[in-house]
């Protein structure tokens, strides 16, 4: 699945990246958003239920009431994304620290709902997607992309979620290994313009000391750039 030299991809615009958190599309897609002004940045689990919360938003927002601490983490993603030209959009499904809030029926039926609508709205000529590595909320979305952009006609593309595909590379390589079994995944390139990585991902101020304690190596790394994709082709 490794590539040391991918070819250049050049995406058919307009583009869409689905993002699984409030950060996830500039952690691993700072070089799509900033190829391609104008991008969808499709984030799925940035809801919040109307009430108190203990939890991870809660605690790297400083804010108790769920969407007190929602409203923080949009407006870090409303920042970054006008700082490269791309245009947020916010699903209101509930993340993981929420699940205590979620219907009791399998979630993904919810995801793939709320994707499928999406991509009837939009209309994307390319949709790019995570592989879905280790979070059951990145997983969710990976299965439900894959599932609902089949058969559509557009262009897919993968990209590896960072910070985890550095932290566990073998989680990737099983992961890649698990989709060709449906599909042909080629590795590509996609060439950017200039850009300052760095900058954009500390827009999201409440989620960078988290970040870096939990995976220190590994978000420095996804600092330096480290991005990788897949082109998703049928058989």
Known sequence: MYNPTPPPLSLVEPVMVVAPHLDDAALSCSAVLAAHPGTVAATVFAGAPRSPHEGYNSATTGRRYAPDAIAVRRREDSRALASVGAHPVWLDLLDLDYASFRPDRPYLHDVEDALRDLLARHRPATLVSPVGIWHPDHLLVASAALAESAGQGITRLLYADLPY??????????RLREISRRWDLT?????????DKRALVHEYRSQVRATRQHQRRAFAATLRGAERYWLVSDR
Do not use: F, G, S
């Open 187 to 195: 590795e590509v390139a996609i060439d950017a313009v200039a850009r």
């Open 165 to 174: 595909a550095r932290a566990v590379p073998d989680l990737l390589h099983d």
